[in-house]
């Protein structure tokens, strides 16, 4: 299929709610998906959101075995989220830095939800209804920000905590959702 282009912070396109999909049979999803795939592979991420390549519908692609950028993350399952639903569960919150495809160069310390609940559905259109923690919430949250046109620095609360990855200390470009 096809490794497509990422679009940058700036681009408008990313500040647009995402539609939900509709039709689960449509062979476009198919093809998204499989793109979605190729595109986070191409460049290294272990997250990607629809709209990061340009298409406005409500759909994450996230996940890996083993990710030598994060080499201390636990594993989180392939999956396909598809109308993404994601509940904190309880109100503790972490701080941990993030950084996006969609901001190359750069990294934020962001609040997060510790955990969560996400539901959703499959690529063919089978429910999915999880829980999660630590990176794995981390990386769905971020994700599904995307779908409503949000990018991880309007969630920093202190933006003595952004900057260039060349200017930060070395261990903060350690999480990077994306």
Not at 8 to 19: F, N, T
Not at 20 to 29: E, G, N, Q, R, T
Not at 116 to 139: C, L, M
């Given at each position: 299929?096809?490794?497509?282009?990422?679009?940058?912070?700036?681009?408008?396109?990313?500040?647009?709610?995402?539609?939900p999909?509709?039709?689960?049979?449509?062979?476009?999803?198919?093809t998204?998906?499989?793109?979605?795939?190729?595109?986070?592979?191409?460049?290294?991420?272990?997250?990607?959101?629809a709209?990061?390549?340009?298409?406005?519908?409500?759909?994450?692609?996230?996940?890996?075995?083993?990710?030598?950028?994060y080499?201390?993350?636990?594993?989180?399952?392939?999956?396909?989220?598809?109308?993404?639903?994601?509940?904190?569960?309880?109100?503790?919150?972490?701080?941990?830095?993030?950084?996006?495809?969609?901001?190359?160069?750069?990294?934020?310390?962001?609040?997060?939800?510790?955990?969560?609940?996400?539901?959703?559905?499959?690529?063919?259109?089978?429910?999915?209804?999880?829980?999660?923690?630590?990176?794995?919430?981390?990386?769905?949250?971020?994700?599904?920000?995307?779908?409503?046109?949000?990018?991880y620095?309007?969630?920093?609360?202190?933006?003595?905590?952004?900057?260039?990855?060349?200017?930060?200390?070395?261990d903060?470009?350690?999480?990077?959702?994306?």
């Amino acid at each position: 299929m096809t490794v497509r282009a990422i679009l940058h912070m700036g681009d408008p396109r990313l500040l647009e709610p995402a539609r939900p999909v509709s039709d689960f049979s449509d062979p476009a999803l198919q093809t998204l998906l499989v793109d979605m795939h190729e595109t986070m592979a191409a460049a290294g991420g272990v997250g990607l959101a629809a709209p990061q390549i340009g298409v406005g519908l409500q759909v994450v692609v996230f996940g890996f075995e083993r990710s030598d950028r994060y080499p201390q993350a636990e594993p989180v399952p392939r999956t396909v989220l598809i109308n993404p639903v994601v509940t904190p569960i309880g109100d503790d919150e972490d701080l941990g830095w993030e950084g996006c495809l969609s901001v190359p160069d750069l990294r934020g310390e962001v609040p997060r939800w510790r955990r969560i609940r996400y539901r959703g559905f499959d690529a063919a259109g089978r429910t999915i209804d999880r829980s999660a923690d630590g990176f794995h919430a981390r990386v769905v949250q971020h994700e599904c920000d995307h779908l409503a046109g949000v990018l991880y620095p309007m969630r920093i609360r202190d933006f003595r905590r952004f900057g260039f990855i060349d200017a930060l200390p070395p261990d903060v470009a350690a999480i990077d959702p994306d």
